[in-house]
């Protein structure tokens, strides 16, 4: 699977083109063709080898409604967003598309989204999640629908750490100090030929949990700044140490635009011993590393400081056009996409673990043993005692992107952390009172 440890938000180009989408009143082009049937579009990042399984599934769903025809639009992870905010710009965007949740706010606060709960009717609501119903309801509006639950995770080679004689530690005690000491440790024994970790340190899902085992959060209910300046410094500090002390990979090494496959990536390559990845994507490493040498494990931190800061979440989200011509047809799209057994029959848990229940227990049936092991450490952690999840404000894509910026240049020595943190605190202030 192709999915990113980061992927890099463009805020002020989102505001761009969703204002003058907003203000040019186009809809997507997709009228009946020849046969009669209606024809939607729906937009993806895959790879070729991704894109046939998504038409796999699109097929099944033709099956059922042969009256929609769905034609699918892909691209890498790396241009999505781009292109997706090219065709908001045209007026012509996709009918159904990929969205994470740090997009939300930028498009909802413009009106661009389709409103899923005007389409009860059709989307069986009661047969999802009701967790990830509410977490994804806004004043009674349903803008998305997840594709899967996941959640952020440390993943390591069990296999390399079996060669150099280090071993796998015990995920419910240890503190980010103990992950310094035992990923310098890699780099050691291994004489340098293996580093530790990398870990993209401006990923939302790692600093956000960072600061909720600090008893803080990166983002408040009414949409301001929630954590503190100490806090940033701290996880700047660490992140200069991981680097200077060759706990991490030199930052030169890292992915810089979110577009590295797993054979790729320097985990995948074997050139660093753990990093941390959205936990679905453990399938995709252990096609490259083999099933019994990937395993997940929970952050450091997670019971040595205030609070537990890690999250069962969306893995993407279903999304739509306000202004989509066929809004009753893509919400038949939806809810196949959704809760229909037949969607999951070529992807199992390829965008998470089903947020229908009847679903996820027939698709358990059939999971390899690295899908095993996604899903098992999914569903541990949503029945432990986890923070609420807040919904990202507007200009979080921003944040996010400043933040990027930000941990690049405290990687490369050419910012203090003292002064990165102040310097992140200020422009997030500015940046999220501007609404």
Known sequence: MKTPVKLRMVGALVSTVLGAAALSGCAPSSSPNANGETTVTMMAWANAEESKMYNKVLDEFHKENPDISVKLEYTDVGTYKDKLNTKFAAGSPPDVFFMVGGWIGEYTSRNALLDYAQYKDTINFDAIDPAMVKANTTDGHIYSIPTGSTAAALVVNTGLLAKYNVPVPDDNSWSWDDFAKWSRSITDASGGVVNGSAIDMSWPPTFSAYVRQQGENLFTEDGKLGVKEETVAKWFEMTKNLYDTKAFAPAQSADQTGSFSPEQSPFGAQKIASTV?????????????????????????????????????????????????????????????????????????????????????????????????????????????????????????????????????VSFGRLSPQDAAKKFIANSNSTLSQG
Request: aromatic share 6%.
């Open 277 to 409: 990845i959205p936990s679905n994507g453990l399938p995709a490493y252990a096609k490259v590393l083999g099933d019994d040498n990937v395993k997940l494990l929970r952050f450091p931190g997670e019971t040595t400081n205030k609070q537990r800061g890690q999250l069962v979440t969306p893995t993407l989200l279903w999304t739509s056009p306000a202004n989509t011509k066929h809004p009753k047809e893509v919400a038949k799209l939806v809810e196949f996409l959704t809760n229909n057994k037949a969607s999951y029959t070529d992807r199992g848990t390829f965008l998470g673990v089903p947020v229908n229940a009847e679903v996820a227990a027939e698709v358990e049936k059939n999971l390899t043993p690295s899908e095993q092991k996604f899903t098992s450490f999914v569903t541990d952690l949503g029945n432990e005692k986890l923070p609420a999840l807040i919904n990202d404000p507007a200009k979080a894509g921003t944040v996010t992107q400043d933040l990027t910026s930000i941990v690049t240049e």
